[in-house]
């Protein structure tokens, strides 16, 4: 594959009912996303539709296809729940510099940029990701650096977005340059979703730019077993052999990956390619996304079956964010015990207690009460 090919998979890029009606037909909920679409005058849930062709050729015709519900829009993405959130994680109220989101003592995440090759419909940060605001200027980067330099507790630097992957080489390149000039010492993590969506976009000279960064891991994320596919793991052989330490993140998506058997057999895939799997992670509860949700209950349950089939390197840690800013919690069924009717109480790792909607029982949640601190209760 020449290193350009990338490029031309990208402008073949399906953006449009048109076009994904070359490859589908489409369901009728899929068909009134667009009609939806159109009665809003287009403002509609926010997200663009972008679904490169190499991924688009791994989805089937079938209407309840994995691979397709995580890239052909619906029209439930229109149904927004009381408790759902445009910022479901508060990240804006934790951006010391723009673009920088700091919530954990030793980590900061950059919005490298806000383009994504593939938009999934799972999206948390839609807020923010493909709203045409491009990669982060010269101005954005310098400042975040800044900050880093200032900041002697920060260890590690997230590259994110967007898919920071979606960058030119010299762009990439000059962000690591100018975070690792005010800090030599930083860890970087890039979390991409391009070895899944845009595998061709691994090239040599990309590899080595990534080597060249060292210390730097690369964080993918891939939701079912079929992605993996030859030109997938060809990308992630790539890396790996570069010598970049891979990682996994995987969301947990009703009809895509809600059962053990398909996990199982993605993380087994993952470790065979020498990635590990990182977390597993509950939907966020952002806006739009309640389709794409398994309820937390059902979750656990599905992650204790994994927990007693899986060996420790190829079982994630099973992750929620808690709303309104709580923060990532690991959760067992054990978590689960505090309760009220429609609501589960989950604490944080500083101790306060959050509410988090038990959606196995969405029509009888009383939408009074809601997730936002004020409504958590803090330990005694
Ligand atoms: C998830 C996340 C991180 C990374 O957390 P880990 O548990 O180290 O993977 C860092 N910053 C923000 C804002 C995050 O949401």
Same mark, same amino acid.
């Given at each position: 594959?020449?290193?350009?090919?990338?490029?031309?998979?990208?402008?073949?890029?399906?953006?449009?009912?048109?076009? &994904?009606?070359?490859?589908?037909?489409?369901?009728?909920?899929?068909?009134?996303?667009?009609?939806?679409?159109?009665?809003?005058?287009?403002?509609?849930?926010?997200?663009?539709?972008?679904?490169?062709?190499?991924?688009?050729?791994?989805?089937?015709?079938?209407?309840?296809?994995?691979?397709?519900?995580?890239?052909?829009?619906?029209?439930?993405?229109?149904?927004?729940? +009381?408790?759902?959130?445009? $910022?479901?994680?508060?990240?804006?109220?934790?951006?010391?510099? +723009?673009?920088?989101?700091?919530?954990?003592?030793?980590?900061? &995440?950059?919005?490298?940029?806000? %383009?994504?090759?593939?938009?999934?419909?799972?999206?948390?940060?839609?807020?923010? %990701?493909?709203?045409?605001?491009?990669?982060?200027?010269?101005?954005?980067?310098?400042?975040?650096?800044?900050?880093?330099?200032?900041? +002697?507790? &920060?260890?590690?630097?997230?590259?994110?977005?967007?898919?920071?992957?979606?960058?030119?080489?010299?762009?990439?390149?000059?962000?690591?340059?100018?975070?690792?000039?005010?800090?030599?010492?930083?860890?970087?993590?890039?979390?991409?979703?391009?070895?899944?969506?845009?595998?061709?976009?691994?090239?040599?000279?990309?590899?080595?730019?990534?080597?060249?960064?060292?210390?730097?891991?690369?964080?993918?994320?891939?939701?079912?077993?079929?992605?993996?596919?030859?030109?997938?793991?060809?990308?992630?052989?790539?890396?790996? $052999?570069?010598?970049? @330490?891979?990682?996994?993140?995987?969301?947990?998506?009703?009809?895509?990956?809600?059962?053990?058997?398909?996990?199982?057999?993605?993380?087994?895939? &993952?470790?065979?390619?020498?990635?590990?799997? #990182? #977390?597993?992670?509950?939907?966020?509860?952002? @806006?739009? %996304?309640?389709?794409?949700?398994? @309820?937390?209950?059902?979750?656990?349950?599905?992650?204790?079956?994994?927990?007693?089939?899986?060996?420790?390197?190829?079982?994630?840690?099973?992750?929620?964010?808690?709303?309104?800013?709580?923060?990532?919690? @690991?959760? #067992?069924?054990?978590?689960?015990?505090?309760?009220?009717?429609?609501? #589960?109480?989950?604490?944080?790792?500083?101790?306060?207690?959050?509410?988090?909607?038990?959606?196995?029982?969405?029509?009888?949640? $009383? +939408?009074?009460?809601?997730?936002?601190?004020?409504?958590?209760?803090?330990?005694?």
């Amino acid at each position: 594959m020449s290193s350009s090919s990338w490029i031309q998979d990208l402008a073949r890029a399906v953006t449009s009912r048109e076009g &994904l009606r070359r490859s589908l037909s489409l369901t009728e909920d899929e068909e009134g996303y667009f009609a939806a679409l159109s009665r809003d005058n287009h403002a509609g849930p926010g997200l663009s539709l972008r679904i490169p062709s190499s991924y688009l050729d791994l989805c089937t015709d079938h209407p309840d296809d994995p691979l397709r519900r995580q890239c052909v829009p619906r029209r439930q993405e229109f149904d927004r729940q +009381p408790w759902e959130d445009d $910022d479901p994680l508060l990240e804006v109220a934790h951006t010391p510099r +723009p673009r920088l989101i700091h919530r954990y003592r030793d980590r900061a &995440l950059f919005l490298a940029t806000d %383009t994504c090759a593939m938009y999934c419909r799972h999206c948390f940060r839609r807020y923010f %990701t493909g709203k045409q605001r491009g990669p982060a200027t010269g101005e954005e980067i310098a400042r975040a650096a800044a900050w880093a330099g200032q900041t +002697p507790s &920060l260890r590690e630097l997230i590259l994110s977005g967007g898919d920071p992957l979606t960058l030119k080489d010299e762009d990439l390149k000059a962000i690591f340059l100018a975070f690792r000039a005010a800090r030599p010492d930083l860890v970087f993590r890039v979390a991409t979703r391009v070895p899944v969506v845009l595998p061709g976009r691994i090239t040599p000279e990309l590899s080595r730019l990534l080597r060249q960064q060292t210390p730097l891991v690369v964080v993918t994320q891939f939701n079912h077993p079929r992605e993996l596919s030859p030109p997938s793991t060809r990308a992630l052989e790539a890396l790996v $052999d570069a010598g970049i @330490p891979l990682f996994n993140q995987t969301v947990l998506l009703r009809g895509v990956n809600d059962h053990p058997d398909t996990l199982e057999e993605l993380f087994r895939g &993952l470790v065979v390619r020498r990635v590990t799997p #990182y #977390y597993l992670f509950q939907g966020d509860l952002a @806006p739009g %996304t309640a389709h794409h949700r398994v @309820p937390l209950g059902e979750a656990t349950e599905i992650f204790s079956t994994l927990r007693r089939r899986l060996s420790g390197i190829a079982l994630p840690t099973f992750a929620v964010d808690l709303p309104q800013g709580g923060g990532k919690i @690991p959760l #067992y069924p054990e978590s689960l015990s505090r309760r009220e009717p429609g609501w #589960y109480h989950l604490q944080s790792l500083d101790g306060t207690w959050f509410r988090y909607p038990d959606e196995a029982f969405a029509g009888e949640i $009383d +939408p009074g009460a809601d997730s936002r601190p004020e409504s958590s209760v803090k330990i005694k």
